[in-house]
């Protein structure tokens, strides 16, 4: 028989699951905790928005609060490292042991680099391969000064210019020949051979093979036995992460294709590590993990990064929280509802209200353009709110909060603000 729950008791699995059901610690956070807080989460999205501060260091504010965040750079750049980057649901930090499993479902479209048609690039890419395993990490416009190559192949990109060391830097790391170990001041990856970015254990035997896949691009090469079991480990780390979820949820998490996600959920289930539930109120079918954690009540207090793993699957976090929201960052501005960088901020178990943003490091303000308040937000939900940007831009070195009178909230967060400094 399918067990039955109420929508109430699915969100304070899915809060708990994310380590966001209860008060945070009182005392400064330890190393030890920031390393458990993101190995709980499985990865952490990366952006390259600084508007408020980096998106990976977000979301364990959210759930330590006031954290150093060199601890959590220091996961990403010490030996054996705990955190290294790659395509995941987007750009991302993950666990190690998760990189051979992504490189098998990788469908990035500059895989299609290397192509027949394209032999200069995979001899551009050899070059690159002894440059990097003679040299220190390197960004692509480093590599391209140490070659002498600066050929330009498409001006039109998004936020930088293609050049073909670039590239062919892009495919090779989506191939998993090549890792980033940490990112410069302007964001750029730097670059290093694979194997001195994997922590030993996370190595695979040998380099992966690549072969041509749909469309003439290359992929990594593996039997349906190997994605198979591949898809199941991704699908069950996505299911400890989420708690409880629908076969579309599990499949966004790492980003697979919903049917081998489905396939994997079907042998979870029979293995025991996934039931099938039945959440009133909430369309279709959903799984909960095994080991998820079922509390009684949530206690949380938190503003979420746009990016932040609970809401990244919009979704499902209208079919399990009531709260629609759309990242309105590439909106033009005249047409943006809620404003450039948009955080839901979450009081017990529910998402209350959401406020935009804007650290202005030149006069030390914390600068909250617009708020606004969901039509059942509780009587507190102002003076928590106002608590909570205290917190954040003490966090993130700010002396004081500023509210515009933007939205249905501001007048009274506006209010209950003040004067107050941050800390205060």
């Known amino acids: 028989m399918t067990r039955s729950m109420t929508l109430a ?20 956070a330890t190393a030890r905790q920031v390393g458990r807080t993101f190995e709980r989460l499985q990865l952490l999205q990366i952006d390259s928005v600084n508007v408020l501060t980096r998106a990976h260091y977000l979301p364990l504010f959210a759930r330590l609060g006031p954290y150093d965040r060199a601890a959590l750079d220091r996961l990403s750049s010490r030996s054996p490292r705990r955190m290294v980057e790659y395509w995941a649901h987007e750009a991302s930090f993950i666990r190690p042991e998760h990189h051979a499993d992504l490189l098998l479902w990788q469908r990035r479209t500059w895989m299609g680099s290397f192509t027949p048609d394209r032999p200069e690039l ?44 670039k590239e062919a830097l892009e ?11 940490n990112r410069s001041t302007q964001f750029e990856r ?11 254990q996370a190595r695979s035997a040998g380099p992966p093979r690549a072969i041509e896949g749909v469309g003439g691009g290359m992929v990594v090469a593996a039997t349906d036995a190997e994605r198979s079991t591949s898809a199941r480990r991704l699908i069950e780390a996505a299911a400890r992460a ?37 959440v009133q109120g909430w369309p279709g079918r959903q799984y909960l993990h095994h080991q998820a954690l079922k509390p009684r009540r949530a206690r949380a207090r938190a503003l979420l990064s746009p990016f932040d793993s609970l809401v990244f699957e919009r979704r499902r976090l209208e079919e399990l929280f009531g709260f629609h929201y759309r990242l309105e960052i590439y909106t033009p501005a005249a047409r943006r509802r809620y404003g450039y960088y948009v955080l839901p ?58 509210v515009e009178l933007e939205g249905n909230l501001s007048l009274e967060l506006a209010n209950t603000v003040g004067t107050r400094s941050a800390g205060t």
């Open 9 to 28: 008791q699915a969100r304070r699995i899915a809060l708990a699951a994310q380590g966001l059901h209860q008060e945070r610690p009182t005392r400064r």
């Open 122 to 165: 995979g001899e551009l890419a050899d070059r690159i391969l002894d440059l990097l395993g003679s040299s220190r990490p390197l960004t692509a416009r480093e590599v391209a000064t140490r070659l002498g190559h600066h050929e330009v192949i498409d001006r039109s990109g998004w936020g930088w210019n293609r050049s073909s060391v």
């Open 171 to 181: 495919a090779m790391f989506a191939l998993g020949q090549v890792g980033s170990v």
């Open 190 to 200: 730097r670059y290093a051979p694979i194997s001195t970015v994997l922590p030993p």
């Open 242 to 278: 989420h708690g409880i979820g629908t076969v579309r949820c599990l499949a966004d998490y790492f980003r697979l294709p919903v049917r081998a996600a489905a396939e994997a959920v079907e042998r979870l289930v029979e293995d025991g590590v996934l039931e099938l539930v039945d």
């Open 345 to 402: 901020f979450l009081l017990g178990q529910d998402l209350v209200a959401r406020v935009d943003l804007k650290a202005d490091r030149a006069r030390g303000v914390l600068l909250v353009r617009s708020s606004h308040a969901e039509p059942e937000a509780p009587a507190e939900t102002a003076r928590e709110l106002a608590s909570e940007l205290s917190l954040m831009a003490e966090w993130l070195g700010l002396e004081s909060v500023q």
